[in-house]
């Protein structure tokens, strides 16, 4: 049986998420309690600072 408390983030929510950005309330409900699992481009994405937030 697959491990449902994982789920993969897209780049925009992650963006949302470490700016507090009032976007990120919007996942709260499916993120929390959750391992959260981010693609290595992603997390170069956040690293670099290249993550934006697109309104």
Do not use: H
Not at 6 to 31: C, G, M, P, W
Not at 34 to 47: A, G, M, P, Y
């Amino acid at each position: 049986m697959p491990n449902v408390n994982r789920i993969v983030v897209d780049t925009n929510v992650i963006s949302y998420v470490f700016k507090k950005d009032s976007q990120a309330e919007l996942y709260r409900k499916d993120l929390d309690n959750k391992q959260l699992i981010v693609s290595l481009f992603t997390s170069d994405d956040n690293l670099s600072g290249r993550c934006q937030t697109y309104r």
